[in-house]
């Protein structure tokens, strides 16, 4: 089996939250306790994905690169990539050529926050397919703002449409992409749609037209923010409040998630508990390092 390597894609100009983004990347803001940027890498590592792309602007690169280093101090290892220009998700794949090599790639979008009690085993069942292309979708009140996605009874795409006037389905396309090596080429050869971005849907609509595009529904008991919008931002941060609040469980706690894969020894997670010892983070960290058995549920 390939290994799967994973992209966050950190870049774009945020105009959707200006004058906030004026000076600083979106995906760097807080989202209640923590910097936007930890949700989506939560989310690979749940995958058990721990060599990471992050790919932003040459404005804000170098702020990820010190927020998080080289990746070692959580068994992982992070490469940076930088996106001159905002020309579309796709991009992405082109950027990160050299960083994906001959292995299979995940992205995800560094706005994305998605929460559920079985995600890691929805993630996990992801990275394992071999051929072809995975993608998530969630059910909105307004399809009409997203792009759509239509399954048949197998879970097979069958279309999408990027903003439809009259949609097919609910099922908004969120930004969780899994997809085998041949996405490098495939986004080589699509062409600037008429906005001039690179579209991951012209992607899809490849995979599925070969018959190789399957869908992940997020049905009920999961949670899914898209936090490029100020609504989005508070929505989020409310939401993380209230589950760590009432549970007591820190979601997206990227020093949790490193220790239970295994890819840090409990010195190190002690090491972070004392790093961050004026905070609640830190009392969390403490109390996961000093109990031999926890419902991890992230």
């Known amino acids: 089996m390939k290994k799967r390597k994973g992209i966050i894609l950190a870049g774009g100009n945020a105009t959707r939250l200006y004058p906030i983004t004026l000076t600083i990347s979106k995906q ?22 721990n060599e990471i792309l992050i790919v932003s602007t040459p404005k804000h690169i170098a702020m990820f690169r010190e927020l998080l280093g080289d990746g070692s101090k959580f068994g992982m290892r992070f490469e940076y990539a930088i996106q001159e220009k905002p020309i579309g998700l796709a991009d992405a794949f082109c950027v990160g050529e050299k960083f994906i090599g001959n292995d299979d790639v995940a992205l995800i979008l560094g706005d994305n926050l998605i929460y559920g009690s079985n995600l890691k085993e929805l993630l996990k069942n992801a990275t394992k397919l071999e051929e072809g292309a995975t993608i998530f979708g969630y059910q909105v009140a307004n399809p009409t703002s997203y792009g759509v996605v239509e399954i048949d009874n197998k879970c097979n795409a069958i279309s ?13 396309v969120i930004g969780l992409y899994f997809y085998d090596n ?5 986004a080589k050869g699509i062409t600037p749609s008429a906005r001039g971005e690179l579209e991951i849907t012209d992607i899809n609509k490849k995979y ?32 993380v409040k209230a589950i760590e609040t009432r549970q007591g469980l820190q979601i997206a ?6 220790y239970k894969n295994k890819w840090i020894e409990r010195s190190k ?27 991890y549920s992230w």
């Open 160 to 172: 999408i449409e990027e903003k439809p006037v009259i949609p097919k389905s609910d099922m908004a």
């Open 269 to 295: 997670l002690l090491e972070f508990a004392k790093e961050y010892s004026k905070t609640n983070y830190g009392n969390y960290l403490l109390k996961i390092a000093n109990e031999t058995k926890i419902n």
């Open 182 to 186: 041949d996405v490098i080429k495939i």
């Open 28 to 49: 760097l803001l807080p989202v209640f306790d923590k910097p936007m940027i930890y949700y989506p890498l939560a989310t690979l590592m749940q995958a058990e994905i």
């Open 208 to 239: 599925m037209e070969n018959g190789k595009l399957k869908v992940v529904p997020l049905e009920r008991g999961y949670a899914w923010f898209d936090m490029g919008t100020p609504e989005g931002l508070l929505d989020a941060s409310d939401y």
């Open 253 to 258: 706690c990227i020093e949790e998630i490193a």
